[in-house]
């Protein structure tokens, strides 16, 4: 499978956006799906994925309560819902096939997308 991240962009403090993780060459829902970024000078961070199996989600504290991620009905894609955007969340994101461990987040990653942009303005 072969994953693309879209959906950056430079917004406002506050403000939503939604990335898009397009798959192709297989079906996603076979994969469980992770969502990563990488601010300049830090390290990865794991922030959310979801299960092939179940559809169960796991967040990092730093997003929980304003991410959301979900599967595209109708569409080979998974969705990350980003609400109440703040300065902090600045990186660029990328998708990728993992592991979705409940209590640690996304291991086991492969199949990297090339990563999309977002920027929050203050």
């Known amino acids: 499978v072969q994953l693309q991240a879209s959906g950056g962009g430079l917004v406002q403090a506050g403000a939503s956006r939604r990335l898009s993780c397009a798959a192709s060459?297989?079906?996603?829902?076979?994969?469980?799906i992770g969502w990563f970024r990488q601010a300049p000078g830090q390290e990865r961070e794991g922030v959310s994925c979801i299960s092939d199996s179940d559809g169960r989600t796991y967040y990092a504290d730093s997003v929980k309560g304003r991410f959301t991620i979900s599967r595209a009905h109708g569409k080979n894609a998974v969705y990350l819902e980003m609400n109440s955007l703040i300065p902090e969340d600045t990186a660029v994101y990328y998708c990728?096939?993992?592991?979705?461990?409940?209590?640690?987040?996304?291991?086991?990653?492969?199949?990297w997308g090339q990563g999309t942009q977002v920027t929050v303005s203050s």
């Open positions: 060459g297989d079906t996603i829902t076979l994969y469980d």
């Open positions: 990728a096939t993992v592991y979705c461990d409940m209590g640690i987040g996304p291991l086991r990653s492969s199949n």
